[in-house]
């Protein structure tokens, strides 16, 4: 994908991802830069993709949910990431509400990755999402989604399930496209993400 071993990003790679996510070519050619000085074999481990997590979450604990990002990403299985799949990585979890986004956010929760989410793979997740929340937010939360079981048990009553039954890619998507307060409930702040990633290029 694009020729990843020289210190300049592809002009084939670099329209592609203009095209494919919101950033502009100074700011894909300035994380092109810091990805190669990073991770010079033009790949990226789960270790360091934790790591520039761990970075935006200075006062949190990312690497659960990190480790669920980075392996709804890695589609081959081969335990790295590429400067493509780590961009549209960053462009899916911080930004606007697409279809796109949706499809992405049902592979992360379906941990199994057999096509189906369920309520299991659903706590998993949001246990993910708590440890990113830091004591203070956390108890500023509302008394009914204030603990990771109570957040699972609210976003499975919104999509009408009984604790035994799966969800598929069509129910998700459509859930959480009439409903708001299931998309709120099922991710964690990307404003927040969005607000760090932009504080990390200035």
Not at 74 to 81: F, I, K, V
């Amino acid at each position: 994908m694009g020729n990843s071993k020289s210190g300049i990003l592809s002009k084939e790679l670099l329209e592609d991802l203009k095209l494919n996510t919101r950033y502009s070519e100074e700011e894909l050619s300035a994380w092109y830069q810091s990805f190669q000085k990073e991770c010079p074999s033009g790949r990226i481990t789960i270790e360091q993709f934790q790591s520039i997590y761990a970075s935006f979450f200075p006062d949190a604990d990312p690497k659960a949910y990190a480790q669920h990002v980075f392996r709804s990403f890695d589609t081959n299985n081969d335990g790295t990431l590429d400067f493509k799949e780590y961009i549209i990585a960053l462009h899916l979890t911080s930004s606007g509400k697409t279809i796109q986004k949706f499809e992405w956010a049902f592979s992360l929760y379906d941990v199994d990755g057999n096509g189906t989410i369920n309520k299991t793979e659903v706590l998993e997740i949001v246990k993910a999402i708590f440890t990113m929340i830091n004591a203070d937010d956390q108890e500023d939360l509302p008394e009914d989604e204030n603990t990771p079981e109570k957040r699972t048990d609210k976003i499975w009553d919104y999509f009408g399930k009984k604790d035994n039954d799966k969800l598929t890619e069509g129910e998700f998507i459509q859930g959480i496209t009439e409903n708001k307060e299931i998309l709120r409930l099922i991710q964690y702040e990307p404003q927040k993400v969005k607000d760090r990633l932009k504080e990390k290029k200035q």
